[in-house]
Structures are given as structure tokens and as C-alpha cells.
């Protein structure tokens, strides 16, 4: 069988699947199962694929990687040496940015309920722009703005009323989102109109996004319009300029051999050359910088999460169920999104994979990972099952469920395999329990 490779994957001389020019069977061995694997190379191309688009179809653009897809310290250096601008969507997220020294100026706040403790340690921290979400919030950060004496860059997201048809949950710039300030009604109107009038703000534009796993243009392009109307009006009602549109993420990547995505470079010259001739047919004066913030078209298909076969069951009515360690604690995106994704066993990813079965995770729920999955004949625990493309909102999403220790993160490149996040161990799991004083009685 010819496995469907990623990146620097390949079939080593030992008929094993390499990954940064290491052995998956080792690495599975060194720091146990599951582990999540980043292939350093392949995440860093594809940042500088997304730069070089931009800069090639547009020039004066900026992007950011959302740090809600993948993130931990030695991540912050990754992003930094690629000159990256960091999303963060919490306050735990900016914690991990500032105690890697992630630059300030680089760093985009997030998120859609931010207490003023957030805003507080965001401004203490003077990131470049906090991207305001509702009105309540212009306020705090101009207050806080002036407790700490500076000038408060601020970005608006505004909701432009397209829907995605991605899926439900991910879907997030639709008329009914929770997120961002509406343009119909007057909201987002009226949210520049309190940015522009506070002292201690700096209004750096409009932010907009409209969902993940998208790879139809056609929303990306209805966005676009819709912002750069309203960018329009801004600049007619209160003769402001538009230093910045940034479009958020969203650009999805193929999970399965057979899906048929755009790659990175035509999704950026679409986008680039429809902003071009919206900025002309709305007649934008300003000539905006252009941002984006992809996280899982960048770091998705550089993962991959290395599994176990712990169980091979036929049942009565002939199907074999193979099951994995892990399963929905280290990846919920199957049984959150209904996720596929693409497998084969990592140890011998030539042999025949003839036999069709049910794989499953070893939670407490059927934790079915996919219907159909062709392994060889002889699967048997003991097998390292290799999930593809899982770089993306898995290690984030990770939980202890069913007392599960978090899987460790190792980065290969070039043939070095470092440890970026250790397995958690047992002890981790009451670490922050406390038994109160009358039950040691
Ligand atoms: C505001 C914002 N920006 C960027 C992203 C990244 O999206 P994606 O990982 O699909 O590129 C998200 C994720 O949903 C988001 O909510």
C-alpha cells in the first residue's frame, strides 16, 4: 500500500513512518502513546507560504497564528523566528506568549467575554491590539488605558452576516453569532464612533471572522464585501481612515486523500485579488493593511498523533472493532465536529491494508475515531496506528477525561526529536485536589 504522506513524511529504510526524519515507531516508544507529533519543517513552510502570498498578491499585510489552534512555549519561539504576529483568546494564552517573551506588539487579543483582569494583563503586558467584541468592553480598555498611560491600539470585530455552511459549531460570523459587534442595527456604527472619541484609543480598523475548516471562497468573499462597505460608511460618517481589515482564519485543509482543498497560495491570491476590486467597487479611500490569522491550515496537517492498538475484537456480527489508547481526550474534534480522519499503522505503513474496521478511542463511550479504516490483516496490539493531520486543535482540546494523562508534544526536525510539552503523570491528576479537614477524621 502507498500510505498518503504529509510533509516530511516517509517510509524509513526500516519500513517505518519517519516524520521530521525520525523513527514514529520510536518516538511512540520513547515518550509513550498518544503523542502528539509536529513537523517543524512542513508548520514553518507553510507559514512562509501564507507570508509570501500576501506579500506577492497584496504587499502591505500582516499574518498572525491563532494560538487557540496549537500552542505552547517552544511554539512561541517557532512563530517569533518566522515573524508571526500570536492571536491569543485568553488570558491562560497570553500567560503562555509572556512567559516565552513572545514580543508584545506582536500579539492580538481575542475572545468574547474578556473579564477586566484579562484586559488588565493584556495592557500591563502592552500587546499591539486588542480586538473589542462588544461596547461594554471599549470602556474598560479605555480606562485601563489611562491607569497605565498609553495609547491602546484596538481593532473592532463586526459581524458581516455571512454564513459559512461549515459546520454549525464553527460557524461564527453568521446574523445570529454571539461574537463581535453587528454592522445591521447600528452596533459596530456605534462601537468606532466610542473608539474614535476615547483619548486612549487607537483605532486600528475592522476584524472579522467568519469560521474554520471553510474551503468555499464564496464566504471569504461575501465577507469581504460586507466589511468593506461598512469600512466605507466609517470613513463617510466620521472621515476616518481604515489602517487595517483583518479577515481572520478559517482556510480548511483536506483530512481524507480524496478531498480536494485549495492550498494556501490560491487562497490568499482569491482573497487579495477580490479585496482589490471590492476596495475599488466600494470605493475605500484608505488603503488598508490586509491581516489574517489561519492557525489550522497551518499547523493541522503538520501533526499527527501516534496511537497504540491496544484491542483487535471481531463481534458476532463481523465487525472488528480495533482499539486505540487515548481517543477522545486527546483529540474531542471526532465526537465535537465528526471529524475523519486519515490512519494507518505507523510500524508498517507498507504492508496491505486490506482489512476493513471499526477504530475507536478507549473512553467510556462508543469514542468511535472512524467507520471503514482499512488495516492489515493482522493487526495486533502492539501496532502504532499513525492519525494524520491532527496538529490543530488537538493537543489544545486535550482533557483527563476517564483520569487520562495528557499526551506528551514532541517537534522533529532534521532528524532531532524534542520533547515541547511532557506527558502529564499520574500525580498531575491530584494535584489540585484538596480534601477538606472533617473527611480526614
Ligand atoms: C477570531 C479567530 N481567528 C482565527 C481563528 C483561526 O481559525 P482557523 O484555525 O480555522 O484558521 C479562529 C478560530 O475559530 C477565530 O475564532
Known amino acids: 500500500m502507498k500510505p498518503w504522506l504529509q510533509g516530511t513524511q516517509c517510509v524509513g529504510e526500516k519500513g517505518q513512518l519517519e516524520i521530521g526524519g525520525c523513527s514514529t515507531f520510536q518516538i511512540a516508544y520513547d515518550y509513550g502513546t498518544p503523542v502528539h507529533v509536529i513537523d517543524e519543517k512542513f508548520a514553518r513552510q507553510r507559514m512562509l507560504e501564507y507570508v509570501e502570498a500576501f506579500e506577492d498578491s497584496y504587499g502591505y499585510s500582516h499574518v498572525s497564528f491563532a494560538g487557540k489552534s496549537f500552542l505552547c512555549s517552544a511554539w512561541c519561539y517557532v512563530l517569533e523566528q518566522e515573524g508571526m504576529g500570536l492571536d491569543v483568546c485568553s488570558q491562560g494564552e497570553l500567560h503562555v506568549a509572556r512567559k516565552a517573551g513572545f514580543p508584545p506588539e506582536a500579539i492580538t487579543v481575542h475572545g468574547c467575554a474578556k473579564d477586566r483582569e484579562f484586559l488588565e494583563a493584556a495592557i500591563d503586558y502592552r500587546v499591539g491590539r486588542i480586538v473589542i467584541d462588544n461596547l461594554d468592553e471599549i470602556r474598560v480598555i479605555s480606562n485601563l488605558a489611562d491607569q497605565f498611560d498609553v495609547k491602546q491600539g484596538v481593532l473592532i470585530r463586526v459581524v458581516p452576516g455571512v454564513d459559512t455552511h461549515t459546520q454549525a459549531k464553527i460557524s461564527t460570523g453568521a446574523p445570529n453569532t454571539k461574537f463581535g459587534c453587528h454592522i445591521v442595527g447600528g452596533i459596530a456604527t456605534e462601537g468606532v464612533r466610542e473608539i474614535l472619541d476615547s483619548p486612549n484609543l487607537v483605532f486600528g480598523g475592522l476584524h472579522s471572522h467568519i469560521g474554520s475548516s471553510i474551503t468555499d471562497f464564496q464566504g471569504f468573499y461575501d465577507q469581504i464585501d460586507e466589511v468593506l462597505q461598512f469600512a466605507r460608511a466609517i470613513e463617510k460618517d466620521f472621515k476616518a481612515e481604515i489602517p487595517e481589515v483583518n479577515i481572520g482564519g478559517g482556510l480548511g485543509i483536506a483530512y481524507l486523500p480524496d478531498e480536494q482543498v485549495p492550498t494556501i497560495t490560491e487562497f490568499v491570491e482569491a482573497i487579495c485579488s477580490h479585496f482589490k476590486a471590492s476596495l475599488e467597487k466600494y470605493e475605500v479611500a484608505s488603503k488598508p ?4 490569522e489561519p492557525g489550522r491550515s497551518i499547523i493541522a496537517p503538520a501533526g499527527i498523533t501516534l496511537q497504540k492498538v491496544c484491542v483487535v475484537k471481531k463481534i458476532p456480527d463481523g465487525t472488528v472493532h480495533v482499539i486505540l489508547d487515548g481517543g477522545l481526550s486527546n483529540n474531542p474534534r471526532v465526537v465535537m465536529y465528526d471529524a475523519k480522519y486519515h490512519m494507518f499503522l505507523a510500524n508498517r505503513p507498507q504492508a496491505q491494508h486490506d482489512m476493513r474496521v471499526t477504530v475507536s478511542g478507549s473512553h467510556c463511550e462508543t469514542d468511535l475515531i472512524r467507520e471503514d ?19 490543530a486543535y488537538g493537543h489544545v482540546m486535550s482533557s483527563n477525561y476517564n483520569g487520562t494523562c495528557r499526551p506528551a508534544v514532541i517537534l522533529v526536525n532534521d532528524g532531532a526529536a524534542n520533547l515541547i510539552v511532557q506527558r502529564e503523570e499520574f500525580d498531575d491528576l491530584v494535584y489540585r485536589d484538596s480534601v477538606p479537614a472533617r473527611l480526614l477524621k
Request: aromatic letters at 0%; glycine letters at 8%.
Open 289 to 292: 493593511q490586509l491581516s489574517a
Open 373 to 391: 479504516v482499512l488495516v492489515p490483516h493482522d493487526i495486533r496490539p502492539g501496532d502504532i496506528m499513525v492519525v494524520q493531520c491532527t496538529g
